[in-house]
């Protein structure tokens, strides 16, 4: 007997996490709301408890010691300025890009589709208390730093998404249905486990490894993030405490310990920390010697470029947006902003697009809505250069004047929806054409 499959319509009796997260019913959410309630609160607690953990419970939540001797987690690669800077280049741009739903028109042109219900989410609120724009930011981190950024799909009762709620990574797994093989969603909420259908969950994900989940690239890299963090916290050792000396004292004669101390202490009150640059005043026939930087000292700022330059690697991120900018080649800002779009963020503007289509867009309308981000902010040029490519482009009848002053953020004008050569006369065959 053949079995048809039902079109996915929820109901709030048959979805627990409906009922946490609707707001036409809100007295049916209170159980569910305290279960993830308790998830952060235990969240927070295992953080508070687990300042020196032993390996054993690393290795449990996967933060295995890298060789260099640290435990990599993405809490512990964001203190990295390198990860942070790659993490939150790309994290701010995806939020911070304007992204439309659009729906195709019979001529091929294309408007913004803003009764389309997703158009709301993904432009304005995802839901009453997170804007659009952190929203984006938030999951593409969660990816980066995860591998996953997770947000459950609170629909109303005809399925129309109406709101989107970030879902913690580490309370989330990915399974694939023993039947049918697509992936389901499992919620850990601390008190058991509640399943949720993969329609009901934006998945942006990482590059993936088996094709179902992003893998991490924290831990995927960790080696590279571990020996940043160790080159770090060496040179603060080495400059912020004294650990490599400025210089050194000399006298001609013989120094008993009691002198030796006292001279010490005299220096270091009046050269070390905020007192530093200041006059020396030397007693005993004293000479202060400098250090040059030693060929050791040139190495370790050598290793440590190379460890950054290996987390703009690891994210693909231009070395200059991390202010690595010992081979840096300046182009002009169009140049480096469609450097950055094309190798870096392309791949994460087609998964979120992607995943809007799949999760969001009802099968029958995908045909004529879609979403695309405008990346036009990234290849914007100078005024000198975007004024000659407009007047190009008007001039070959491909956009009009009220089109660029719309591109300009200025308001439109009459008579400017014509495509006419304004280098031609009025009487001209362009103009008469």
């Known amino acids: 007997m ?9 109901h709030p009796k048959a979805c627990p996490l409906f009922r946490l997260f609707s707001r036409q019913q809100p007295e049916a959410s209170a159980p569910v709301a305290d279960d993830v309630r308790a998830i952060n609160c235990t969240a927070d607690d295992e953080t508070r408890s687990l300042a020196s953990p032993e390996d054993w419970l690393l290795d449990l939540f996967g933060a295995i010691p890298a060789q260099a001797g640290v435990s990599v987690t993405p809490a512990t690669a964001m203190r990295s300025t390198a990860v942070r800077a790659a993490v939150e280049a790309i994290a701010e741009a995806i939020g ?4 439309h739903v659009y729906e195709r028109g019979e001529d091929g042109a294309r408007d913004r589709a803003t009764d389309h219900p997703a158009y709301v989410l993904l432009h304005d609120d995802a839901n009453d208390w997170t804007p659009a724009t952190s929203f984006r930011e938030q999951l ?8 996953n950024g997770y947000a459950f799909i609170n629909r109303d009762r ?8 970030r879902l913690r990574p580490d309370a989330v797994t990915v399974e694939l249905d023993a039947l049918t093989s ?7 909420d601390g008190s058991g486990q509640r399943y949720l259908d993969r329609r009901d969950v934006l998945h942006i994900a990482a590059p993936s490894m088996d094709g179902v989940k992003g893998a991490s690239p924290v831990q995927q890299c960790r080696e590279a993030i571990a020996l940043n963090i160790v080159m770090e916290r060496h040179a603060a050792r080495l400059f912020g405490r004294g650990a490599r000396p400025s210089g050194i004292l000399r006298f001609p004669g013989k120094l008993g310990a009691e002198t030796a101390k006292r001279i010490k202490a005299s220096w270091q009150a009046a050269h070390a920390g905020e007192n530093s640059g200041g006059t020396a005043v030397l007693e005993e026939d004293g000479q202060f010697q400098a250090l040059t930087l030693s060929s050791v000292d040139a190495q370790f700022l050598e290793l440590w470029q190379h460890s950054i330059l290996e987390i703009a690697r690891i994210f693909r991120v231009p070395p200059h947006m991390l202010f690595e900018l010992g081979r840096a ?12 779009l094309r190798f870096t963020l392309d791949r994460w503007l087609k998964a979120w697009q992607g995943e809007i289509r799949l999760k969001l867009i009802a099968p029958d309308d995908r045909a004529r809505f879609y ?16 004024a000659d490519a407009y007047g190009k482009l008007i001039a070959a009848r ?10 300009e953020n200025r308001a439109p004008y009459a008579g400017g929806d014509k495509f006419q050569n304004p280098n031609t006369t009025a009487g001209g065959a362009a103009n008469a054409a």
């Open 140 to 147: 593409t981190r969660d990816a980066l730093l995860h591998g």
């Open 2 to 10: 053949a079995v048809g499959i039902k079109p996915h319509v929820h």
């Open 329 to 340: 080649t300046w182009g002009n800002a169009a140049e480096m902003g469609a450097t950055f």
């Open 158 to 165: 005809d399925g129309l998404p109406r709101e989107l709620i």
């Open 371 to 386: 979403a695309e981000f405008l990346t036009d902010d990234l290849l914007r040029t100078d005024l000198g250069a975007r």
């Open 398 to 407: 491909i956009l009009n004047p009220n089109e660029v002053r719309a591109m």
């Open 182 to 188: 697509e992936p389901r969603y499992r919620l850990n």
């Open 96 to 99: 911070g890009l304007p992204l």
